[in-house]
């Protein structure tokens, strides 16, 4: 008996909901001038399509190698595209959320996700997301001192990559099965850290996640990644919604960045096999030094290219 292959369409309803969302949502913003914010130069089809392809090219990232795409979108968008360091924040913060959506229900359905784990993970998260984003807005003001919390937060990634991408390696293989071992407080401690890291620098946690279960808690591959993605979406939409509300969010550059990303990551995961992770992880590795060192310098008064 032959099974029929399911229909490509029908393996991207969610994909094809979240941008009719996205652009429905767009539309009644930019008609309505809705989320506009101080700072931000207007809306322009140039300007509206760089941040599509910025989008895109962070899904792809996350969908290759299971990074956030929020370390691409937030210093493309800060150092490129002059969005001032508060506001690059909350629009990529917002925009990871329907990527979250996108990549997080793909794992559900396949049942990649430790509930036990996203329920700790979950609850400790938006407790830090909440504290996190009250840290926010004290700083949010002092540009300089956000900056050097961010480039530091960057060194997290860019060591790990380049490490990884030097030794030809891929991230720690992790055990097998289908669950996450560990005590339930450590869990939520681990939780509530990257909860407050994704309030105060807005990167969406995943590139905490992914490397704190797989090291700390020796967690199965593929049960980390899915859990971490579904963690995502409530930490994503809480720290994303606050920011809306506080007004650091230029909701139609922020939906653009969704729309490309919802797409980008749908072509990466389908385009993993073609590429070796670990000279990916070299190049983006190094990008994010190269952002750290940015960020961090311009602390003191020393502007790099």
Excluded at 95 to 113: D, M, Q
Aim: charged share 5%.
């Amino acid at each position: 008996m032959v099974t029929q292959a399911t229909p490509w369409w029908r393996q991207q309803i969610v994909t094809l909901v979240l941008l009719l969302i996205v652009v429905a949502v767009l539309v009644w913003a930019l008609v309505a001038g809705i989320g506009v914010v101080p700072g931000v130069q207007p809306m322009s089809t140039l300007k509206g399509a760089i941040l599509v392809v910025v989008g895109f090219c962070a899904g792809v990232l996350g969908g290759l190698i299971g990074t956030g795409g929020c370390s691409l979108m937030l210093p493309a968008i800060h150092f490129w595209m002059g969005y001032p360091t508060a506001i690059a924040i909350g629009t990529t913060l917002f925009a990871v959320i329907f990527t979250a959506v996108s990549g997080g229900y793909g794992h559900l359905v396949r049942r990649n996700v430790d509930v036990r784990t996203f329920g700790w993970l979950t609850a400790g998260g938006i407790i830090g997301v909440l504290l996190g984003s009250w840290l926010f807005t004290l700083l949010s003001a002092q540009a300089s001192l956000l900056g050097l919390i961010l480039g530091l937060v960057f060194l997290w990634p860019a060591i790990r990559m380049i490490y990884e991408g030097v030794a030809q390696r891929a991230a720690p293989s992790g055990s097998q099965g289908p669950a996450i071992s560990g005590p339930a407080w450590g869990l939520g401690v681990f939780g509530l850290v990257v909860g407050i890291m994704t309030g105060v620098a807005g990167l969406g946690g995943g590139y905490a996640l992914v490397p704190g279960l797989l090291y700390l808690f020796g967690a199965p591959v593929y049960i980390t990644m899915g859990t971490s993605l579904a963690t995502m979406i409530p930490l994503a939409a809480v720290g994303g919604g606050i920011k809306l509300a506080q007004g650091f969010v230029d909701l139609a550059a922020g939906l653009l960045l969704a729309a490309g990303t919802i797409v980008g990551a749908q072509v990466g995961a389908a385009v993993i096999k073609r590429f070796k992770p670990a000279t990916l992880k070299l190049i983006f590795g190094v990008y994010f030094l190269y952002v750290a060192a940015k960020f961090i310098t311009g602390f003191f008064g020393i502007q790099i290219f």
